[in-house]
């Protein structure tokens, strides 16, 4: 089928904002308290209570618009969005829908070394549900709990246009705006926790046809990986479905990570009418051209800015400067580093292949946190730079760094790792390989080439790998030309 | 009696130590005690409390620091307002039991003036109806006549005041609930201007349009009520953050040149004889007074109950979607699963009057006819606001029936329509978020109130107040009680 058709794929993702509080009422936010804990009777929609706006939550909607270049609407409206369920306190919520926050941005994003421009239809700001807590299984739970800690969240939905075109544009765009939330410190960015969901819209046409086919909802994909894999799993479906002659049904279908599937939701269940009006206990939120400039003043260095400015200040290559963006900790950690040894590809290189071996770099705090810190990298670089250890024992005080949060000279000098690079100590060691090996030493005079290899390791071996490959490399050489 | 009297002279004889406020909340609980199973205006009596409050009132007073006007004074609240540990009903089924953990802010500013809170009293469930025969409960009775409504849905308000079971009371007004029943029971009844007064703690009917306000003896009473409540509430985001006049103050200005509108468009066919020959009466007398009437015109009054009656319900129906069992108030029981838990609740916690407008304004918010019903109607409420904003170029203050008709009898109005009609004169009103106050006018012959209603330019209630006030003054409709005791 491949070439047959062209997809159509529109991403909605849902971020939670890291406000101290909800986006109506003054309870807190934070993660993991016990049940009911952080409820009041607004949260609860207890009769006769109204919601209040999170000023800080519009502000982060605004600094978000304006990273993805949006023009924010100055007369904006929150509206009520009915459907009846537990989680939710007034089986309505409250959200934005004809006049949402703001309109008609995009994201750039990159696949293959090919750019492309994904339009943003809108973002809006709403409020969050709260949870259910079956007893058993959905099916056969013979009752349910219900959560409001997360009831009133704010939440922000940026819808984007059906712009794009493959699962890796749909997993480079996410990658993309997570980028930015986390850069702009709005939301953590975590899908595994839930702070950030995505939703795809995604149909197939014909190739080069103009009327766009049915397109189906998936939903239930908790990472990016899940997203890409749902959104090829559909792609093959309904490609499938559309060879054999069959009509694709407009439906949501849930993502099945442990099959590897999308499966229908029964449509009935799920056929909403929202009866959306204009929130009557909200005042239209005008949103005046002089706050949105106050905000704009506060937009940090955003994600695409700081990697071109990586490629072109450090010469680093489009794929180091992408990975290293690709969160703001790790772009923080990086300039840190190299801002006390001065070596930007030796510390893109630590970060890229040992850094991360370690810890997940789109994990903020992680990398935050990192037991060893930016300076201390560093100065495990400027050992190796300046000759101290050996690129190959650097790595194991690299490890040893990682788990005891001790600088490199600290390692170094306990466990005497040092290099030799003293010539007359070395030479000893030189000439006791080149007697044990005279054989291998003929080989290489004859003509073998790879033989040196052999010998630079014996004298490593005989060094406990201490020895200055520089330094025994000069050694063997001048040693073997007078053999 | 103790009871006979109004805020200002309660506090008068608190302020000379001629009584306590304990004497006057005892002599208000045994008259509640021996009248109300006749009137029936309260769902909750709050004794002890008041008692308690009361005691508290009196040590002020002691100590000479009492709080104000309303300190001590005893009052009751209709039972669409939350009151922190006290049952709340909202005269409905489906909140039985429902005990909020907060006031209402406007209980709050009560409480914080010293007033002594006596009971919560009846309504039209969700204060959806106009003579307290939708209440879940019982049905209150017009003091004037007990074979007849009260009006409503604040009927409990207005009964309470008119047979001196409360100094003065609160109530709500969505499309004439706190005017049409004060008209019928005979008291001073005032709608603020929407935004004046916090909603919050006020169980929501339709949002845009609720607001609260008194019942009072007197219109000095209602100055001193409406002081006390009135108000930016940084918990209610659509209150006015405009600041609040002395009321009292501007009482005794008088109506020397103050333009009068009459609108022709409410004097129509189904107003009765006698309420208009008393209303024509009422504007001779302020003309009496130095006002200058001209006719006004308030062209699209006659789409006002249309336009109404799909924007309530479509705000109603989003309301009361949170009474489902899941939280609080009624579950019933024997659900096989959710939608089930759902329909019974519902389909037993709410009576049918709510029913009706929950089905009605569903459907004008359905996809397909949301704007040919809802939107159609939010067009129609701006050509009335832009009604009285032009007719408000010209005059100071609307004079108009409050009622078609005086208090009618219990079981009378069966079609639902029929009990619509009687609020044609005060919905627009609402719709248009103005002030508007009914002002006892007279008495038809065979003793029932009428009630005269003043409409007044947004967050201008002073000028009602004064109008009122001459008016009160140049007449003695107050001097007459409603021969209960007997």
Redesign the interface.
């Known amino acids: 089928m491949s070439g047959a058709y062209d997809v159509v794929i529109g991403l909605e993702v849902h971020a939670q904002l890291l406000t101290r509080t909800k986006m109506f009422c003054g309870c807190s936010t934070v993660f993991g308290a016990p049940p009911n804990t952080q409820t009041c ?1 607004i949260c ?10 999170n000023r800080r939550a519009v502000e982060f909607g605004i600094k978000t618009s304006l990273a993805i270049d949006c023009t924010v609407n100055a007369d904006n409206r929150f509206a ?1 969005k ?1 459907y ?1 369920y ?1 989680d939710m ?4 919520q409250i959200s934005q829908y004809e006049e949402p926050l703001a309109e008609h941005g995009h994201l750039d994003i990159e696949v293959d070394g090919a750019a492309r421009r994904i339009g943003i239809e809108r973002l809006h700001l709403e409020e969050d549900v709260g949870k259910l807590i079956h007893e058993g299984s959905l099916e056969t739970a013979q009752s349910s709990r ?1 959560d409001f800690n997360r009831a009133g969240v704010p939440l922000m939905e940026i819808v984007s246009k059906p712009d794009i075109r493959t699962s890796e544009e749909a997993g480079a765009y996410l990658r993309g705006l997570r980028a930015i939330v986390v850069y702009l410190g709005v939301c953590d960015g975590n899908m595994e926790e839930g702070s950030m969901r995505c939703d795809a819209n995604i149909s197939l046409k014909r190739a080069g046809a103009t009327p766009l086919g049915t397109k189906v909802e998936v939903k239930n994909m908790n990472s990016f990986r899940n997203v890409q894999h749902a959104l090829e799993y559909e792609i093959k479906r309904q490609g499938r479905a559309l060879d054999a002659g069959e009509r694709i049904v407009q439906e949501t279908r849930l993502w099945d990570p442990d099959k590897g599937q999308t499966v229908s939701m029964r449509s009935k269940e799920f056929a909403h ?1 929202y ?3 204009p929130e ?4 239209p939120l005008n949103v005046e051209a002089r706050w949105v400039e106050a905000v704009r003043a506060t937009l940090p260095e955003l994600p695409a800015a700081r990697r071109v400015r990586f490629m072109r200040a450090h010469a680093l290559t489009a794929y180091d400067a992408d990975l290293l963006t690709g969160s703001r900790a790790l772009a923080d950690y990086f300039e840190a580093a190299v801002a006390q040894c001065g070596t930007p590809k030796a510390v893109a290189n630590w970060i890229l292949n040992e850094l991360l071996r370690e810890l997940p770099g789109d994990d903020e705090r992680a990398v935050a946190d990192c037991a060893v810190s930016p300076g201390n990298l560093a100065g495990l670089i400027t050992l190796i730079e300046d000759g101290t250890i050996s690129g190959k024992i650097a790595k194991d005080v690299f490890e040893k760094m990682y788990r005891s949060g001790e600088d490199a000279r600290t390692i170094v000098s306990r466990e005497g790792l040092t290099q030799v690079a003293d010539a007359g100590a070395l030479g000893a060691v030189v000439d006791g390989v080149l007697a044990e090996h005279a054989k291998v030493a003929l080989d290489y005079k004859a003509g073998k080439r790879a033989a040196l290899g052999f010998l630079v390791g014996q004298v490593m071996k005989a060094t406990a790998g201490k020895a200055s490959p520089g330094v025994v490399n000069s050694l063997l050489a001048e040693k073997l030309s007078k053999l | 009696m103790l009871t006979d009297l109004t805020i200002h002279e309660l506090a008068e004889r608190f302020k000379l130590g001629d009584a306590t406020p304990t004497q006057a909340a005892r002599e208000y609980l045994d008259r509640i005690a021996a009248l109300d199973p006749k009137v029936k205006a309260y769902l909750t009596v709050t004794g002890d409390a008041a008692l308690a409050g009361a005691a508290e009132a009196d040590a002020r007073f002691k100590s000479g620091t009492p709080l104000g006007p309303l300190d001590g004074v005893p009052l009751g609240v209709k039972d669409v ?2 009151t922190r540990g006290v049952r ?1 009903t ?1 005269g409905s089924k489906i ?1 039985d039991g ?1 005990v ?3 006031d ?1 802010t406007v209980v709050a500013r009560l409480v914080r003036a010293g007033a002594v809170i006596l009971g919560k009293l009846n309504m039209d469930e969700f204060a959806m109806g106009s003579s307290t025969e939708n209440s879940a409960y019982f049905t209150t009775r017009n003091p004037w006549d007990l074979s007849r409504v009260p009006g409503g849905s604040s009927g409990g308000s207005a009964a309470a005041v008119a047979a001196d079971l409360a100094a003065a009371t609160l109530g709500t007004d969505t499309g004439g609930s706190i005017r049409q029943p004060a008209a019928f029971c005979g008291n001073v009844g005032l709608k603020p201007t929407y935004g004046r007064v916090s ?6 009917f ?3 349009l609720d607001q609260v306000g008194p019942f009072a003896k007197d219109v000095l009473d209602a100055a001193l009520m409406l002081q006390a409540i009135a108000g930016h509430d ?5 209150s006015a953050a405009i600041p609040v006049p002395d009321y009292a103050a501007e009482l005794s200005r008088g109506v020397q040149g103050l333009r009068v509108g009459i609108p022709a468009e409410y004097f129509i066919e189904g107003l009765d004889a006698e309420v208009e020959a008393a209303v024509r009466a009422a504007i001779e007398t302020l003309k009496g007074l130095g006002a200058k009437t001209e006719s006004v015109s308030l062209p699209h009054t006659e789409y006002g109950l249309a336009a109404y009656y799909l924007i309530a319900p ?2 109603c ?2 309301n009361l ?2 009474y ?1 069992g ?3 108030g009624l579950r019933a029981p024997g659900a096989r699963d ?1 939608i089930d838990m ?1 329909s019974r609740t519902r389909g037993a916690g709410f009576g049918a009057e709510v029913k009706r407008r929950v089905m009605l304004g ?1 459907y004008a ?3 397909g006819y ?1 704007d040919a019903y ?1 939107g159609k109607a939010q067009r129609v409420r701006t050509l009335i606001q832009r009604d009285f904003q032009k007719a408000f170029e010209r005059v100071d203050v609307i004079v108009a029936p409050t009622t078609p008709t005086v208090a009618f009898k219990m079981g009378e109005k069966e079609d639902p329509l029929s009990m619509y009609l009687n609020d044609v004169f005060t919905i627009p009103v609402n719709l248009a978020g103005l002030p508007g106050l009914s002002v006892p006018a007279g008495f038809t012959k065979a003793g029932l109130p009428i009630g005269l209603q003043l409409i007044g330019k947004a967050f201008d209630e002073a000028t009602l107040l004064r109008t009122a006030k001459a008016y009160e003054a140049a007449t003695t409709w107050r001097e007459r009680k409603p021969g209960l005791a007997a």
């Open positions: 009777p609860q929609g207890m009769p006769g209570t109204l919601p209040v706006i009520r009915h009846y537990p306190p007034k089986n309505y219900v009418d009866r959306y009006f009557p206990d909200l005042p | 307002f939350c709340t909202c909140l429902f909020p953990p907060y209402a909603r919050f703690g006020l169980v929501a339709a949002s845009s940084p918990l209610d985001s659509t479509a705000e129906s989003s979607a949170r489902d899941v939280k609080y959710l759902y569903t918010l359905s996809a949301h809802y």
